[in-house]
């Protein structure tokens, strides 16, 4: 069995990226072959004092054996890894070498960055991963899923540690891939050249794709916004394509990359049906629409859902075309929601949307006929009932011709725009070919 190192917490919203210390961790441990593809394990996204994607890295080493496959390109060489492997390396030797690569590129300087690392010899129970991925894990609930399994370095105050321990604790039910290119020092914090023609045409050359552009903002989705060692990170399901599609976008040649495996786009976060929407998790609910939805200031549109009581739905202002989906909905349809809950005020952010059914919605058509005449009646006022200008006669506002409307949305599943989705959230492009 190899060992697992996890690492956690060295970026800052200025800079750095978990990912690209997984490249310096390679480097920095020729000696030793890593087992399996390199690991990017996203955490909860609704903890409050995670940095940006909340990531973690986990690499597998020991002695390689097996099938061996490439999985990067590093100072312009290969980089190979093994379908197992064994005779693991010594811990203390490796874990010397991985905490000096944490320090050096660590953004210790960042009051909110807390490093640390794990090394074990197996890895944690997977409880540890699924309540880190779907709820909030104390520091020593981590640590307990650890004790005794090998060695761990911790820096400032550690909190690193739940994420590190976590991300080797994933036995993946779910998977996709990214290919991760890295920028050349010099380049960080300038603006990144890739070709936009290039990035619209990865669904279409690279069909195992997905996230890549959002033609509702026009924009590339691929490159992030942040000054962080990133060029780009294109994801997938079949990890063959991966490597070719970054080839093919030209324009700024990356320095390295590395593929990873992770749990991005499972949908791995959300909790199916709790007996209640607790703040800082991710719940999939069936519900009733009570009201009407209406727009609020800043451009979100809220409704009444019923379920287990009533609770708010939320499509915030950059979900943009989404939003026109929610204003579709009408009182007494029932929809089938994904929303992270937040706690004040308390509500669901929406990330997904199913109509299941729609409640018949009916307009005024015209005036009724009078009965004795059969010509149209007329309106006597707002409150007034009708009445016949022939004969006199009168019926009740009740009495008004009424049909059922057509409506702007049918049954189906709905998605925010690529740009306002969360890594781990599934899009409707994966979910029509996971089993």
């Known amino acids: 069995m190899p ?88 811990s203390e030797e490796v874990a010397r070498i991985a905490a000096g690569v944490v320090e050096r590129w660590s953004a210790l300087e960042d009051p909110t960055t807390n490093p640390a690392l794990v090394l074990l010899r197996k890895p944690p129970p997977p409880g540890l991963y699924w309540r880190a991925v779907r709820d909030i894990v104390a520091k020593r609930e981590a640590l307990r899923a650890i004790r005794s399994l090998g060695v761990r370095r911790e820096w400032k105050n550690g909190r690193g540690v739940i994420g590190a321990a976590a991300a080797a604790a994933w036995r993946p039910r779910d998977r996709t891939y990214e290919v991760l290119a890295y920028r050349h020092p010099s380049r960080w914090g300038t603006p990144r050249e890739i070709p936009a023609a290039s990035v619209r045409g990865l669904d279409a050359r690279f069909p195992s794709t997905f996230n890549n552009y959002d033609p509702e903002d026009d924009r590339v989705v691929i490159t992030p916004r942040t000054p962080c060692p990133v060029l780009c990170g294109i994801r997938g399901d079949d990890p063959r394509e991966l490597p070719a599609a970054l080839a093919s976008l030209g324009g700024e040649p990356p320095d390295r990359w590395l593929l990873f495996e992770t749990n991005q786009g499972t949908d791995d976060h959300v909790l199916r049906e709790p007996r209640e929407a607790r703040p800082w998790t991710t719940v999939e609910v069936r519900g009733t629409v009570l009201e ?79 009965p004795a005449c059969g010509v149209r009646m007329k309106s006597s006022g707002r409150a007034a009932p009708y009445r016949c200008r022939k004969c006199g006669a009168r019926r009740p506002r009740s009495d008004a011709v009424v049909v059922e409307a057509a409506r702007g949305i049918g049954p189906g599943r709905y998605e925010p725009p690529v740009g306002s989705r969360r890594h781990l959230a599934m899009p409707l492009k994966r979910a029509t070919r996971v089993p």
Do not use: Q
């Open 3 to 90: 060992l697992y190192l996890g690492v956690d917490d060295t970026d800052s919203l200025r800079g750095m990226c978990t990912t690209f210390l997984a490249t310096e961790l390679v480097r920095a441990l020729p000696e030793w072959d890593l087992i399996g593809f390199p690991r990017l394990v996203r955490l909860n996204p609704n903890i409050p004092w995670k940095t940006r994607g909340n990531g973690a890295i986990c690499l597998r080493l020991g002695r390689g054996r097996g099938r061996r496959f490439r999985v990067g390109m590093i100072d312009g060489g290969d980089v190979w890894a093994h379908e197992r492997g064994a005779s693991p390396p010594p």
């Open 292 to 370: 009407a939805p209406r727009t609020i200031p800043g451009g979100h549109v809220v409704f009444p859902l019923r379920w287990r009581g009533t609770i708010d739905a939320v499509a915030y202002e950059p979900s943009k075309g989404f939003r026109a989906i929610v204003r579709a909905l009408a009182p007494g349809d029932t929809v089938r929601v994904v929303g992270a809950v937040r706690e004040t005020p308390r509500s669901l952010n929406l990330e997904k949307l199913e109509v299941l059914g729609l409640a018949p919605v009916l307009r005024r058509a015209g005036n009724p006929s009078c």
